[in-house]
Every structure is written in structure tokens, then in C-alpha cells.
């Protein structure tokens, strides 16, 4: 047996030695020493330092979800009943514009709600902006409505002031709904901060039939976006990294993940062809349910790792600026395999995934033809910045190794598209 007690380095396990500490002995990071080595009161050095670290013990796992989830065709018409769940009689609704024209009249019907036209930034100054609204309107609850920003801008409002929070969005581009967390920008719209709230919405309505009537880019940007929820669970899993809500992944965010990555690669190019069509098919309601819930839960709870880094590290180039948070998070998805040196059968399987959707493979898809190596550089150095979640992954990580990455997610990524189109050309022969 190789294991050995940390406190019984000459003898293999005492009887007084658990199993507990047994799983943790001298050939694991995390280990605490047997407690009949405690009982002698003779740590060493090593001893030492391990009772330091696990001085408040392992990190405890943490699960976080909304209340409730509604998805499907015509569910804004239960936003009424939520909100009387939510013993809520003057809600204040703050939305996009858009949203009258799309829902006006499921919300006619709301009895002592206020409603409030989203300015477009969710900045500090919009969020005091609609705290105000709410706090004139004497409101018991915060309804947001539309886009990723609106919804941020609600969760911003409502949590601090101890509101409930309902959350309806008009597109499945990212993962965010049902998270805690809300992304705040400058007026000029530049990213100034997270703010992380020890709550998740109280509930979030979907309705099937007002994502499919937008435009299906965010659709198929949403399952980028979804595409990394996975792979970002299982690096983190592997090292136990603190998670969005202050805990180590939880076996059911990771088996979410999973499910949220094979729903994708089952549905993805039926959902965006259907929806391409306005129609509402099991596997639209299915990639929307995984662009949205399964994702969601499974960054929050199950931990972000290299891929949202590197998206992070290519939004310092302007070329990138017109492309969705998703499509840049799915060419950081190829770029992460790569780090991790995973089979060639995975990489494949994930570029070919994107190339069937319509989301990155290559540079050139960014925006990025013409970037130079230094301007590269300066994306993987700003992936390594401290705090980034690529130090989630189970291995060193450096700027050059993530430059590297990225370039040969590249070469990979225009390959596969090249060999499906069939202009694939082979290596010349020296000489
Ligand atoms: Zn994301």
C-alpha cells in the first residue's frame, strides 16, 4: 500500500487512523492529519502546513439556482401568477423598448405595475436611475425584460433593496438569467465590474415564442456561449476551484454541463434551422432550455476555467467588438482544448459542431485575419491577468503556452472548415 498517514510516516495506517484521512494522506494536496497524529501533538514541518491550510477545513460545495424556471410558447402570460406567489402587488417592470411591441399586451393585464424604458447601459448611474423609479413607486418586486443588460440592471436594483426578482429574457444569447451575478459597465460601456449577489432570481419566465422571433444569431450565440459551460465544469472539477457562488463544483452542476454539451450537439442545427423558420420544435425548446438553464446553472455552480479567459483576452482587440460574447467564448472553447491537450476526437467534434451552427473556428471568423503576433500576445497576456479563471485549469498556465493554444485553434479550426468545403490543400513537400 503506498499510502501512508502524514502523521504515521513509519507505519502504515494505525486502527485510529479513519478512512477519511486515509483518502487524504500523503499522496493529496488536501489531506488532514489523522487525529491520532494530532493526539501526539508532534506535527512537523509538513505537518504544519497542511493543518494551516485546512485550518477552516475543504472548501464545502455550493448549488445555486433560481426559485423557479418557465419555458415555452406563450409563458409571459404567467407572470401574473408568479408575481402573486411572490405576494407581489406593485411590481416595477423595467424593460427595452422593443418590449411593448413584443409582449405589450401580455402585460396590460398587470395590475399596479410601473413601468420603467431601459436607457441601454447597465451602468451605475442607470442603476441608481431605476432604484429611484422603484423606490418612488413604493415597489414589492423588480421585473426585468429584454436583453442581457436589462436583465443586469434588474438584478442590480432588486437584490441590494431586498426586492423579489423575476427575470424574462427576450433572447437566449448567453447564460446569465438565471445567475446571481450582474456584469457592470461605464457610460461609455466599457466592463468597470462584477457584482455578485448571495441570491439567485426569484424566478425566470422564457417564452419560446419571443426568442425564436429574434434574430437566430443570438440563438446560435447562446449555444458558444453553452458550448464552454462543460469543459469549464470539468477543469474546475478537477481542481475544486471556488466557483460564482463561493463553493467547489457540485457533482450536479458538472452532470448539468454535460447534459447542457450533448443537448447542443444533438439539437443545435435542427433548433437554429427550425427557429431560422419562426418554428417551435422539441429541439428549439431543448437548445433554449440549454443555452439558458442548464448552462446557466452549470457555470455558476460548476466553475468557469480557459475558455471565458480567453474570450476575455480577445475582447482587448477592437476587430473583436462586433461579435457576441458567445462567438468569441466558442473559438476560446477550440483554443482551451488545445491547452489541454485533449484527443484529436474531441477538438473534431467540437469544430465540426461550430462549423455546422455558425459560430467561430478561426481568427479570420473574428475579425482577426490581419492580427498581428504581438496583438495576439497581448489577448493571451490579458487571459493570463491575475484572477482569471484559466488558473481553474489543472496545469501551469502561461501566456505563451495560451498563444500557442490559440494559434493552433486556429490552423485546426481552418483546416476542418477547408476539408467540409473541399478546398483542403496538403502540406508542400520540402524539396
Ligand atoms: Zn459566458
Known amino acids: 500500500m503506498k499510502h501512508r498517514c502524514v502523521g504515521h510516516r513509519s507505519r502504515r495506517f494505525p486502527p485510529s487512523c479513519s478512512p477519511v484521512v486515509r483518502v487524504g494522506c500523503v499522496n493529496q494536496a488536501a489531506v488532514i492529519p489523522c487525529p491520532a497524529r494530532r493526539a501526539l501533538g508532534k506535527a512537523g514541518k509538513h505537518g504544519r502546513r497542511i493543518m494551516q491550510e485546512n485550518a477552516s477545513g475543504p472548501l464545502a460545495t455550493v448549488f ?16 401574473g401568477e408568479v408575481l402573486e406567489q411572490l405576494k407581489s402587488k406593485r411590481p416595477l417592470i423595467v424593460r427595452d423598448p422593443i418590449v411593448e411591441e413584443i409582449m405589450g399586451e401580455a402585460l396590460k393585464g398587470l395590475s399596479g405595475a410601473t413601468h420603467v424604458e431601459f436607457k441601454g447601459e447597465c451602468s451605475p448611474e442607470e442603476i441608481d436611475r431605476v432604484a429611484e423609479e422603484a423606490r418612488e413607486a413604493g415597489a414589492d418586486a423588480i421585473v426585468g425584460i429584454g436583453g442581457g443588460k436589462t436583465l443586469d440592471t434588474a438584478k442590480a436594483v432588486a437584490h441590494p433593496a431586498g426586492l423579489s426578482l423575476v427575470i424574462v429574457p427576450t433572447i437566449a444569447s ?79 452542476a458538472l452532470a448539468i454541463a454535460r447534459l447542457c454539451y450533448d443537448t447542443l450537439l444533438e439539437h443545435g442545427l435542427a433548433a437554429r434551422l427550425a427557429a431560422e423558420r419562426g418554428a417551435i420544435t422539441p429541439s428549439v425548446e431543448k437548445v433554449i432550455e440549454a443555452n439558458t438553464l442548464l ?137
Open 174 to 252: 448567453t447564460d446569465a438569467p438565471t445567475s446571481a451575478v450582474s456584469v457592470v459597465y461605464t457610460e461609455e460601456g466599457e466592463v468597470l465590474e462584477y457584482r455578485l449577489f448571495g441570491r439567485n432570481p426569484d424566478a425566470v419566465i422564457v417564452d419560446t415564442e419571443v426568442i425564436v422571433g429574434a434574430p437566430v444569431r443570438f440563438l446560435v450565440a447562446g449555444m458558444g456561449d453553452g458550448l464552454s459551460t462543460y469543459f469549464e465544469a470539468d477543469a474546475s472539477s478537477r481542481t475544486r476551484a471556488k466557483t460564482l457562488v463561493s463553493g467547489a463544483p457540485t457533482q450536479a
Open 64 to 79: 445555486a439556482a433560481p426559485g423557479r424556471y418557465i419555458q415555452g410558447r406563450g409563458a409571459i402570460d404567467r407572470l
Open 295 to 431: 448552462s446557466g446553472l452549470g457555470f455558476e455552480s460548476g466553475g468557469l476555467a480557459a475558455a471565458h479567459s480567453i474570450h476575455n483576452g480577445l475582447t482587448v482587440l477592437e476587430e473583436t467588438h462586433q461579435f457576441w460574447h458567445g462567438e468569441k467564448v466558442a473559438f476560446g472553447v477550440i483554443a482551451m482544448l488545445m491547452l489541454e491537450d485533449r484527443p484529436f476526437d474531441v477538438v473534431a467534434e467540437v469544430v465540426d459542431f461550430c462549423l455546422e451552427v455558425g459560430l467561430p473556428v478561426g481568427l479570420d471568423d473574428l475579425g482577426l485575419e490581419n492580427a498581428s503576433e504581438e496583438d495576439l500576445r497581448r489577448a493571451a497576456e490579458v487571459a493570463c491577468a491575475e484572477g482569471e479563471t484559466i488558473y481553474n485549469e489543472p496545469f501551469d498556465v502561461y501566456p505563451q503556452t495560451v498563444l500557442d493554444a490559440i494559434l493552433a485553434a486556429d490552423a485546426f479550426g481552418r483546416q476542418r472548415r477547408a476539408v467540409l468545403t473541399g478546398e483542403a490543400e496538403l502540406p508542400t513537400v520540402a524539396g
